[in-house]
């Protein structure tokens, strides 16, 4: 069976979606007509997405004073291009920057072409779920006086998992060294809209923001924004790197499908969100009858010291019951055929937005109530918390850049030999998708106890071309 067949089998088979687009496959909220007859080029009247003059210009505008940003342009390959886009605008080859360790991979890709030198800074852990948490603005005012030659700041806010970070208070000390912060907010194009919500980024004053808004709101995957904000970046070296990042043929179905969710939360903004909003409201106070599963919510990630949370995303931990998240995430799949957004070693997590429903809500609410009625708790179960213990720990020594490992000799050896030697390819945990080590790092024997346990825990490695997990890349001579 091909791909468009195995597609309207699934469609058909009754699985409800607890996990992104945000559009749910909910015909109701765009209501778009059959993409073929809408799927063109750039030909007479349509505009050109990287020359902008017309309807698609305008488009833009609209997304700009939704989100209340200067600039706004269309990204059709993903919030990576425009990360992509807007580290190589704020640089040039050989400067540094301050990035968080738990940014997406699209961050260091930016590192390697651009030949960054990166200073690291890692999340504090939320312990009690085992997730990262946000990034400390006095840590960040730290580094800037100690690096005064840093270019940029790039953070990630929400976080998979919905904590968020003080994006207002890193931007202000940011822009006290004259410099911009990128707010890469992909899991966040919902916040703003509602009381509900936390403010989005581009509000606290983060100078490029980047929305992915087919995660968490209703457009077709692969849709996303880039806000650009203040003078510190410039818009037009932006729209040079837009050019160079995404296709020459952008999509059409795409840009019109962000077009579409632009003018559902324009006219439609406050009612949805009501609506949403109270549907979250009930499922929480539905969910304090839990008595061994755990729910993450504002009151713990605010007793945990955080700045604040994103409740559209749904963790549920498994911490203290005979389950394991595995046990949780395939039990809603198949006797409850609710399929999750991610499954961890203690946890799983859902994504909802204004595409779901009322009987989406109740049906997770429902089954996490029989699931918590058939597991007892555990008080000898293994708890210790993996993904939180890498918040905790120091970047590896670094031998030379990304950049310069790709130029070197490299070879194949197994990972339980390679203490002392130097990484020549990724290696990290999914999640939370921080890198255990990024290629130039030197590899040491505790790290790879650790990577064991992380197997010996079920936990998926990535980054390493050996899917097995046993040997490793590392540069032939260091």
Do not use: W
């Amino acid at each position: 069976m091909n791909l468009y067949d195995s597609l309207l089998k699934y469609s058909n088979m009754g699985y409800y979606p607890m996990h992104m687009p945000g559009h749910k496959r909910n015909p109701d909220l765009l209501g778009m007509v059959n993409p073929y007859s809408i799927d063109i080029t750039e030909i007479d009247g349509f505009d050109n997405l990287h020359h902008a003059k017309g309807i698609l210009l305008k488009g833009m505008e609209r997304a700009a004073q939704l989100y209340g940003s200067v600039h706004t342009n269309y990204l059709v390959g993903g919030s990576t291009a425009g990360i992509l886009a807007g580290i190589s605008a704020c640089t040039k080859k050989g400067d540094k920057i301050l990035v968080a360790r738990n940014s997406h991979k699209s961050v260091y890709h930016a590192i390697y072409l651009k030949e960054l030198v990166p200073v690291y800074i890692y999340p504090r852990p939320e312990r009690q779920f085992g997730i990262n948490g946000g990034i400390s603005p006095e840590i960040i005012k730290e580094l800037l006086i100690k690096h005064p030659d840093i270019k940029l700041v790039v953070i990630t806010s929400p976080t998979y998992e919905g904590i968020l970070t003080d994006v207002k208070a890193i931007a202000s000390a940011a822009h006290e060294h004259g410099v911009p912060l990128m707010a890469d907010e992909a899991h966040g194009a919902h916040l703003g809209f509602h009381p509900g919500f936390p403010k989005g980024s581009v509000s606290l004053g983060a100078d490029i923001v980047i929305h992915s808004i087919h995660k968490t709101l209703p457009a077709f995957t692969q849709s996303a924004l880039i806000h650009i904000n203040g003078s510190l970046v410039d818009y037009e070296e932006i729209k040079r790197y837009l050019a160079i990042y995404q296709s020459t043929s952008p999509s059409y179905l795409l840009m019109s499908g962000v077009e579409q969710c632009v003018t559902l939360l324009e006219q439609r903004k406050e009612e949805l969100f009501s609506v949403y909003g109270k549907r979250l409201e009930l499922f929480y106070e539905k969910m304090k009858q839990l008595r061994n599963l755990r729910i993450l919510d504002g009151e713990t990630v605010k007793a945990s010291g955080f700045y604040g949370f994103d409740p559209s995303k749904i963790t549920i931990s498994v911490k203290n019951t005979e389950m394991t998240g595995n046990d949780l995430y395939y039990c809603l799949l198949k006797k409850y055929k609710i399929q999750m957004e991610m499954v961890s070693k203690d946890y799983v997590l859902g994504m909802t937005s204004i595409g779901d429903t009322e009987e989406g809500f109740k049906r997770l609410g429902d089954a996490l109530l029989l699931v918590d009625k058939q597991y007892r708790a555990c008080d000898n179960k293994d708890n210790s918390s993996p993904e939180a213990a890498i918040g905790s720990t120091e970047p590896p020594e670094r031998v030379m850049l990304s950049n310069q490992v790709y130029d070197e000799p490299r070879e194949n050896i197994l990972l339980s030999e390679s203490a002392g030697r130097v990484t020549a390819e990724y290696v990290y945990l999914y999640p939370p998708g921080i890198p255990l080590l990024v290629p130039g790092e030197r590899i040491s024997k505790s790290l790879i106890t650790g990577i064991k346990g992380y197997q010996k825990s079920g936990l998926s490695l990535q980054g390493l071309q050996d899917m097995t997990g046993r040997y490793i890349k590392v540069v032939a001579k260091a």
